[in-house]
């Protein structure tokens, strides 16, 4: 269904208002419902309608979702990412993904593998720019003994992770330079899962993103 | 036929609810709501990402949000959040607490993935919006039974559409071995560094488990509507939940950060009446 919307793109702002619509629906039927089981059972009609047909449908109209969760029978192929710094020696480091936050690595991840190629040389420089200074800013915060990403910053280790559970790349301070990150790059990681846990750890890389190199002062 | 269903229909919501467990499913929404929050520093600040990763986001989706404002306006918005989900915990002005934080909840849940897609379910703010309007519907002093059950209905869908959307997805093949031994093996590959270390992987060398976890996973989320229906599955669907839940953190790196929500089939108006005064 969603797929033979998709090449009507000027349907796209429309659905967005259909679903802002169908919200405030909620809304005032809500308002109503205090009044009285007549007012309430239009509230629970509209909303049981609604959710069930999204659910059916597997079309989103958020807040009311489909609740899809890895649902796509998995492919044996693995796409992932990595960010490297790289320090004034030109010693390169892996960054930790978590300097990004509260941007969601899952997020930042699959919007740069599909966007980065697309985008014009100012662009990638601009963006280039912010992720050298959330892995620069997330340097510093680990060399002062706190975590490189910033959720933690009321409940420590008790914050809530984001939905999918990455581990840590910076384990120790050897793990960030002395000094600052100079340049950044966005690699785009693939590899054979089962060929991978039968022993063979061949990855293929591209470069994605390489940002201008910094002066270290 | 129609009848016997519209009967089926008003016995199902009607009635009252204990106001016990009204106030403890207003106070579950509003924690579970301001652990991520607390957990998310100033989501704000996503808006002055470079333009570029913008660029997806129309402006219709914008409005469709209500994400139009200065991102300083937007700060304070984001403060008075935490206050009203503060005071809807606390009990105090309840109604206008839950309605406030729903609205807001809806407003600012969606900057967790909105550069990516306007669908940020599953990042622990979805139940919670809806659940807390839904109690604002309601005037204090009443304690009808169908908000709650409401919540819980939004809730159950979770599983229902779940399980739903992998079979009309991927039919038959979803279940099979490959498929859960492909999702452990590069779900631990992707966030391991040594992921022959992980338990995961342990599983993935187990054809048979890896069949076991398929059919279990899709029966519970099949099975857990049954909790609107029979209340004493409760005593078998909620464990079994959260035990789900918990082996998906830790086989697939999958976490659920509503998992506290299963609290809301808890009948606390019982236990309260069966303690001793």
Redesign the interface.
């Known amino acids: 269904m969603t797929g033979l919307l998709q090449p009507l793109t000027w349907l ?3 659905a ?2 259909a ?2 619509g169908a ?1 405030l629906l ?2 005032f039927l ?2 109503r ?2 009044r009285g ?1 007549r007012e ?2 239009w ?2 009609g509209y ?2 309608c609604l ?1 069930m047909l999204v ?2 449908l ?1 079309h ?1 109209a ?15 192929h ?1 796409v ?1 990412w990595d960010l490297e710094g790289e320090d004034a020696q030109g010693v390169r480091y892996r960054v930790d993904p978590a300097v990004l ?4 690595p899952e ?2 991840g ?2 740069a593998l599909y ?1 980065l190629p697309r ?1 014009p040389p100012a ?2 420089d ?2 280039g ?2 992720l050298l200074e959330a892995a620069e800013a997330g340097r510093k915060r680990w060399q002062e003994g706190r975590a490189p ?7 420590g280790p008790l ?9 840590h790349e910076w384990k120790s301070p050897a793990d960030v330079p002395q000094g600052p990150f100079v340049r950044i790059r966005f690699w785009r990681f693939e ?1 054979d ?2 060929a ?2 039968e022993g063979d750890h061949r990855k293929s890389r591209s470069l994605l993103l390489e940002s201008p190199k910094l002066r270290a002062d | 036929m129609a009848d016997a269903l519209a009967a089926s229909w008003s016995r199902f919501w009607a009635g009252t609810e204990s106001r016990a467990n009204l106030s403890a499913a207003r106070v579950l929404l509003a924690l579970a709501a301001l652990w991520v929050l607390l957990s998310r520093f100033d989501l704000p600040s996503l808006l002055n990402l470079p333009p570029e990763m913008w660029q997806g986001v129309t402006f219709a989706r914008r409005v469709r949000f209500l994400l139009v404002l200065p991102v300083l306006v937007e700060r304070l918005l984001y403060a008075l959040l935490h206050v009203s989900l503060l005071v809807a915990i606390g009990g105090w002005m309840p109604r206008l607490a839950c309605l406030a934080s729903g609205l807001l909840l809806y407003h600012f849940a969606p900057l967790e993935a909105l550069i990516r897609t306007p669908n940020p379910y599953l990042r622990g703010f979805t139940i919670p919006a809806l659940g807390l309007l839904i109690l604002s519907f309601v005037p204090s002093q009443e304690t009808p039974r169908w908000p709650l059950r409401l919540v819980q209905v939004l809730f159950c869908q979770i599983y229902l559409f779940a399980g739903y959307s992998k079979l009309v997805t991927s039919g038959m093949a979803w279940a099979t071995v490959d498929n859960i031994r492909n999702y452990l093996l590069i779900l631990n590959q992707i966030f391991f560094d040594r992921p022959e270390a992980s338990l995961g992987y342990w599983v993935a060398a187990h054809p048979a488990l890896c069949a076991a976890m398929a059919w279990a996973g899709l029966a519970i989320e099949f099975a857990f509507p049954a909790v609107l229906f029979f209340p004493r599955s409760r005593w078998v669907l909620l464990p079994a939940a959260f035990f789900f839940h918990a082996a998906n953190a830790v086989l697939f790196r999958i976490f659920f950060q509503s998992a506290i929500l299963l609290l809301l089939f808890v009948d606390w108006g019982a236990i309260s009446a069966r303690r001793p005064r």
């Open positions: 796209a702002p429309v967005d208002l679903k802002l919200f909620f809304l809500g308002w419902a205090g089981p309430a059972s509230l629970l909303v049981s959710t659910g059916v597997q989103e958020w807040p009311f979702t489909n609740w899809a969760l890895v649902h796509h029978a998995a492919a044996s693995v992932t936050q509260p941007l969601a997020e930042f699959s919007w966007n985008l662009g990638r601009r963006v720019r912010f990403g910033r959720n933690g910053w009321v409940l914050a809530a992770p984001y939905h999918f559970l990455p581990g590899w899962a089962g991978y846990f």
